[in-house]
């Protein structure tokens, strides 16, 4: 049998002369994708509709707030008795002064992968079995283990992540980053540190993943950027190991 399918084609364009190869894996039900510096497994509908739908109200389930109902702009996540995740709305400390992160977030570990992030030193909750059975999930096809994954939750277009990589120290050199995606389908860009227009964006639609691994973080910073007209929530899951 073969595996291996050339006739599918990427759902997003990506520049030619950065694609080294791309095949779609049956087995896997993704695209593989080698570019210049990196490589990237796609696959837009890893998890179905239905199973999706059931993470993201596993995800946002509460006590006392209907998430769906609720104003996120004028609730401070910390005041809400959650049910599964503990979301939390972080400040960073930017240019000196002290900044709300324009998006909620949560962290979920091994008791021991103390992490940092943005100058932020995250203690991580811990697994619950909703996380756990999506981390068994990715570990099978990224074929890496993960002790630990940031939640983020981006309220509506408004929310955001800006420019970076995910290459702090404790990630190792070539980290595994596996991303998996709920809700309104967002933009995920890339861009090549040493040639800004060198860029690239791929959609992450309600269920998908996506990994990045071999040598992608030193050469290609990433960002979510703003979507001013989308108003769908969305949650992403970046699963890693911390060394
Ligand atoms: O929301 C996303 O798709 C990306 C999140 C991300 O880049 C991060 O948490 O480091
Ligand atoms: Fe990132």
Not at 25 to 52: A, H, R, V
Not at 129 to 139: P, Q, V
Request: charged share 25%; glycine share 4%.
């Amino acid at each position: 049998m073969n595996l291996f399918d050339d006739n599918i084609q990427l759902p997003f364009s990506l520049p030619k002369e950065i694609v080294n190869s791309y095949c779609f894996d049956k087995e896997l039900n993704g695209f593989i994708i080698s570019i210049q510096n990196g490589y990237l497994f796609y696959s837009p509908n890893f998890f179905s509709t239905e199973i999706g739908n059931r993470f993201m109200s596993y995800l946002l389930a509460s006590n006392t707030h209907e998430w769906n109902k609720e104003n996120w702009r004028e609730t401070n996540p910390s005041e809400v008795s959650w049910t599964n995740i503990d979301w939390r709305h972080d400040k960073i400390k930017m240019f000196g002064k002290t900044v709300l992160l324009p998006r909620f977030s949560a962290w979920y570990g091994d008791k021991d992968s103390s992490y940092t992030y943005s100058g932020l030193n995250l203690q991580p909750n811990e697994w619950n079995d909703g996380l756990l059975y999506i981390k068994n999930k990715i570990e099978e096809v990224a074929q890496a283990k993960f002790n630990s994954v940031l939640l983020n939750w981006y309220r509506d277009g408004q929310d955001y992540i800006s420019w970076h990589t995910d290459s702090e120290k404790d990630l190792g050199i070539n980290p595994v980053i596996a991303s998996a995606n709920f809700g309104v389908t967002r933009r995920f860009v890339l861009r090549r540190i040493d040639d800004h227009s060198i860029k690239f964006e791929i959609p992450l639609p309600h269920g998908s993943l996506l990994i990045m691994k071999e040598d992608l973080q030193h050469f290609w910073q990433h960002q979510v950027p703003k979507e001013s007209k989308v108003k769908g929530t969305r949650i992403n899951l970046t699963f890693r190991n911390i060394l």
